[in-house]
């Protein structure tokens, strides 16, 4: 089978994170995988699939993923695959429009990525959504409410199916520490620093917690100045450091004390299950897209708590007993989202298509 995977770009983010762990994979069951950006700019990740030898097209550098000349760059490429495979919303909708203008009849397929979004709240755009979802031969959902909220919007249909987005958790596994003794904690927090992200939370928290914890963002993004006032405000500036984007995010997984992701909303972290399969306690808002990972193995806090979660990360932190027992569930769960489960899933799916 010969696939091509479209994004809108490789930089910071957990559909295009997820390139990097899947095509590989997918490559290694006996697809042949190739993947498109609407942006071709070099970033970690693409440098990272270059690699692993994964052949990469781009319709640009840089500009906006909705110029309409995209249109026209793409129709060269429908002929070329046995089944187009999209992810975000700029490539779900670009996508069937060229397939329209070029009459191909090429198997399409797109994965949903978030449970929600800002267009379905407009009654217009919803016209166009529906348009677009039924150009495709099937619509993968990441997660159990992504499937719920997208079959909420567009109607029920048996081209929309769950398959849960994974990652490869042996990259991050590790030992189970002990920290009776210890004296200081590392808090790491892995995501873009982006709308849907809730880092303020997490900074006031740190605010509560005595000086011998720190925290260090790891992401960068649009909300970098609006974080860094707020923990200058609070007086953290020598205990919340900004490290960036960064490709190693295991490491720095690994050498932290507690993992823990912020967020106002999410589809289903790829951060939380790597945050999990770092064998340290993961905390979580209590939102839909983490709620379904983190459930019944890590903690999770009420959204927007920063009260409660400090309270929580104190707690964790100073028994060692407990840290080890929420250390031991995170892992175990993580291992139930590996990404040689998923894309073994989606191999189905590709085969079941081309019948």
Known sequence: MKILHVITS????GAEHLMVDLLPRLRDLGCEVELLVFDGSRTPFYEQLE??????HSLAVGGNVYDPRHLFRLRKYLNRYDIIHTHNTACQLFVPLAKLLKCSKVTMVTTEHSATNRRRGKWYLKLIDKWMYARYNQIICIADKTYENLVGYIGHSNRISIIYNGVDVSRFWNPIKDVTGQKSFLVTMVAGLREEKDQDTL??????????YSLQLVGDGVRRSVLERLSCDLGLEMRVH????????????RKSDVNVLS?????????SIEGM??????????VDGLREVVKDAGILFQHGDFHALAVAVRRICESSHDYQEVATRCQR????????????????????LLK
């Open 242 to 253: 900004f490290l960036g984007v960064r490709t190693d995010v295991p490491d720095l997984l």
């Open 333 to 352: 769960k993580a291992g139930l989202f590996d990404i040689k489960i998923m894309a073994e899933k989606y191999n189905q799916l590709y085969k079941s």
């Open 51 to 56: 690699a692993q030898n994964i052949p990469i």
């Open 203 to 212: 900074i006031k928290a740190m605010a509560e917690l005595p000086d011998n």
């Open 263 to 271: 967020s106002h909303w999410e589809g289903l972290s790829l951060s």
């Open 277 to 286: 399969a770092a064998g340290r306690p993961f905390f979580a808002s209590d």
């Open 10 to 13: 490789l930089r910071t983010g």
